[in-house]
């Protein structure tokens, strides 16, 4: 039995994880907008709420599949998009695919990927969604859509949260850039870091480096290395994305749209109308903006206006499986993890990823059983409390 299989919580994941990580990495992952308040007001504001136990309930079967876009998934959970995955542990994307397919829950590809659409789909044909981030030249963003469609992606996700280039106080520090690499006077502090975490620094070396963000390498110049089309991303990728944008990708992309990123009610309705299929509630893992409400406290304040007429998806903070139960009961029809599973892939590659479904799939269903749920997708408000104290 590996040491991610003896992992009984994602909170010892995630200590896993940034044991095996160098600080610089680990930091890029929980690092979080400005001085990274919002991420830990994400997963707090779950803690707001206790679910009430019913008695005499007869407790089995409990049924966690849930329907979306004409498909059943066993969960009510999928794994959300995280760019750069491969660099918290070679082939991430590919790994959190095949567990996903595994698990039967749909996984997203990023937008900035280190594997390309046709090797996911590849791995995951029926649960491989895609995530766009919009290109300045509307050309490129087409032609991205166009790479998944024709890898077989069903659902585009379109990631809408970041009008401006991000800023992170605690990556800012660590002075390492991926489009220009670490600035000289980190090279003896990375140095260190790396020597004490050989088990990353030796993967990372065996494996090349820098992971190449595949999802841009074709439209880079012809050769450029992982660090050259990290450069074009950074230069290419267009933040600004507007509304015209969203009409432009919903003309071009036939099957189910997911507009990602909203948290104002006014968006939501002004997404429907432009064509949205749904919308995922996220503030990108608290990594936009650090002074901005927790994602469930947005989903709360949201759900009342929808008035049923759109899905609403739903991610940040998810850490347990009762999280999910909280969010379904707040509105979200399905929920997605970022750091989560990200933490069982870094910490133990396929295991890892696995172990990290597993942990919030057995206690999804043991909550459930406990609150007199046997369907996920009937989970209403009723279960919830607000805590008093
Ligand atoms: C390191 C990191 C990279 C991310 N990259 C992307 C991305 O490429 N595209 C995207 O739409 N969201 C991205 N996200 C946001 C996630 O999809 C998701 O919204 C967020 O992680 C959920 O919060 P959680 O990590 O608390 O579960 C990223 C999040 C993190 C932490």
């Avoid at 089995?60 to 849930?66: E, F, G, K, L, N």
């Avoid at 029926?126 to 050309?139: K, N, S, V």
Wanted: hydrophobic share 40%.
């Amino acid at each position: 039995m590996s040491v991610v299989d003896r992992a009984i919580t994602i909170a010892e994941l995630r200590r896993l994880a940034l044991r095996r990580l160098p600080r610089f990495v680990g930091d890029y992952l929980e690092g979080g907008a400005g001085d990274g308040g919002g991420v830990t007001r994400n997963v707090d504001a779950f803690r707001k709420y206790r679910l009430i136990p019913r008695a005499l309930v007869e407790p089995t079967p409990i049924d966690t599949t849930v329907e979306l876009f004409g498909r059943r998934y066993a969960s009510l959970f999928g794994i959300s998009a995280v760019g750069l995955a491969g660099i918290y542990r070679r082939h991430a994307d590919e790994l959190l695919a095949e567990a996903a397919r595994a698990a039967d829950i749909p996984f997203i590809l990023s937008g900035a990927s280190t594997a390309s659409i046709k090797t996911v789909c590849r791995i995951a044909p029926d649960h491989t969604w895609y995530q766009l981030y919009g290109a300045h030249r509307p050309e490129v963003t087409e032609s991205m859509m166009a790479r998944a469609r024709d890898a077989g992606v069903k659902v585009l996700v379109y990631t809408v949260d970041y009008p401006v280039a991000p800023r992170s106080e605690v990556v800012g520090r660590t002075g390492v850039s991926m489009a220009q690499g670490p600035s000289p006077r980190t090279f003896p502090r990375l140095f260190v870091d790396a020597l004490r975490h050989p088990f990353w620094t030796a993967d990372y070396l065996r494996s090349g480096g820098l992971p190449k963000l595949e999802s841009w390498s074709p439209y880079a110049p012809a050769g450029s290395n992982a660090r050259e089309v990290a450069a074009y991303y950074v230069q290419n990728w267009s933040n600004a994305q507007t509304w015209r944008d969203l009409d432009r990708v919903r003309a071009f992309w036939q099957g189910p749209l997911v507009v990602k990123g909203l948290v104002h009610g006014d968006d939501v309705t002004r997404a429907v109308q432009a064509g949205a299929d749904a919308v995922t509630i996220s503030n990108h893992g608290g990594n936009k903006l650090d002074c901005m409400q927790a994602t469930l406290d947005a989903l709360a304040q949201i759900k009342p206006s929808t008035n049923g007429k759109v899905r609403l998806l739903f991610n940040g903070g998810i850490r347990r499986g009762s999280d999910l139960i909280v969010a379904k009961a707040l509105g979200a029809d399905f929920c997605f993890t970022g750091r989560a599973t990200i933490y069982g892939v870094a910490a133990g590659g396929l295991r890892g990823a696995k172990r990290a479904i597993d942990i919030l799939q057995s206690d999804l269903t043991y909550t459930m059983a406990m609150i007199g749920q046997r369907s996920a997708a009937a989970i209403t408000q009723d279960c919830l409390a607000l805590d008093q104290a």
